[in-house]
């Protein structure tokens, strides 16, 4: 495969080594993409022969099942004509064998194998080659129609345009809040590229996804490098993770909430299952505690007596449990009988963290200067005026 072919690759999503390198090419053929998925059966004798159905990678997350239809031997990573409407498109293979049923039945494809699209064959130079001209065009094309959306005053953003395989038609990807008509704007584009045009909506992740970026956790967006699937986000995920509901620190870069909010949700709603209800708060002789917040892994409620924040009583689920069924016999326990007294706790001594800086001296490792080094001192005078010749002769 030529450098040239290389390159084309790694501009619908493959990984972001050098092309032209040996590890570059080795990610290709072994499927290095975010669109990928990793074979674990692979090893398997039921996962050998010819595959009847094949996942199909393009650009922009889409990808699409294939009948294989000419029995073709084929791997993750070849690069195969596939039929589209009309003419035909280029894809990169990312899954074969018997894993490519569950994928199917993960998004819901009932459709027999023999009404699926149809893979022509392995792709010919001139088929790659009339792919990368395919892909040359798309950055353009995608200036172009901006500004003729923009001539037009339409209320939509152009984000991306994919080029099928033979050039013959364009998918336009857009962004916009409200419903657009953009008649007008697909008779312009068809008679400037002289291609069939399709437009295709994408949402705020989506865009995000493709934009790319770093997240505040240091890290490339999910959404660039590996998620490709989006699930719906909502604030009860960060009230279950005891997470502060502020909107600039839940918002992505997107503007949506961030997609990391449900990656321990089932974590933390497994630890809760068992939790007392704290819509109503307990009631002691001294007042009434309410809850201020819970370590869920630890445990611990902690609850604040006449709303005074200053000082938190910590109390374990257990015994919070039964202070709760005591409350609804009518029982108002004191509150030095439940072995818990209230007395103000810092952030350090509750996470168990002790204060290094101040029991001990910063300048405890610097070199100890020596206090006897001094200038001797001076002999007293009346001394040295009575033994001092000087002195005598002055005296004479």
């Known amino acids: 495969m ?24 080795r990610c290709i053929q072994d499927g290095c993409s975010k669109l990928s998925v990793y074979n674990w059966i692979s090893d398997l004798p039921m996962d050998g022969g010819i595959s009847e159905v094949v996942e199909i990678r393009f ?13 073709l031997v084929l791997q993750q990573g070849d690069i195969v004509a596939v039929e589209a409407t009309p003419g035909h498109d280029i894809g990169v293979v990312s899954l074969t064998g018997e894993l ?25 130079p001139a088929d790659i080659e009339k792919w990368m001209e395919a892909i040359a065009l ?27 395989g033979d050039k013959t038609k364009a998918i336009f990807y857009y962004i916009a809040d409200d419903r657009v008509d953009f ?37 490339e967006l999910c959404c660039t490098t590996w998620l490709t699937n989006f699930v719906s986000v909502t604030t009860s995920a960060a009230r279950y993770q005891e997470v502060s509901l502020n909107p600039q620190k839940l918002a992505g870069q997107c503007g949506k909430l961030k997609c ?21 708060p307990l009631r002691f002789e001294e007042g009434l505690a309410r809850l201020q917040k819970t370590d869920v892994f630890r445990r611990i409620m902690w609850y604040s007596l006449n709303e005074e924040e200053t000082s938190l009583i910590p109390l374990p689920v257990e015994k919070v449990r039964e202070l709760t069924e005591l409350n609804r016999k009518g029982i108002t326990p004191n509150i030095q009988t439940t072995g818990y007294s209230q007395t103000p706790v810092s952030p350090a001594a509750e996470n168990g963290y002790t204060d290094v800086i101040s029991s001990q001296s910063v300048t405890r490792f610097d070199k100890p200067k020596n206090k006897h080094k001094k200038g001797r001192r001076r002999p007293n005078n009346s001394n040295n005026q009575a033994n001092s010749p000087t002195d005598e002769s002055s005296s004479d």
């Open 183 to 219: 008649r007008e704007l697909i008779k312009i584009l068809a008679d400037e590229f002289k291609i069939r045009v399709e437009m295709r909506q994408i949402g705020a992740r989506q865009e995000a996804g493709r934009i790319g970026g770093i997240g505040p956790c240091g890290r």
């Open 260 to 280: 990391c909010l449900n990656y321990e949700l089932d974590v933390y709603l497994d630890a809760r299952h068992d939790f007392p209800d704290t819509s109503e």
């Open 100 to 124: 490519v049923q569950q994928q199917m039945k993960k998004y819901k494809v009932t459709t027999p194998a023999q009404e699926l699209k149809k893979i022509y064959r392995k792709a010919k």
């Open 59 to 71: 650009k922009n997350t889409r990808k699409g099942f294939y009948y294989n239809v000419n029995q």
């Open 138 to 164: 798309e950055e353009s094309t995608m200036l172009k129609a901006r500004n003729i959306a923009e001539s037009l005053h339409l209320d939509m953003k152009i984000g991306d345009v994919e080029y099928q």
């Open 2 to 25: 030529s450098a040239q072919n290389i390159e084309g690759i790694h501009h619908r999503g493959c990984c972001k080594l050098t092309p032209g390198g040996g590890d570059f090419q």
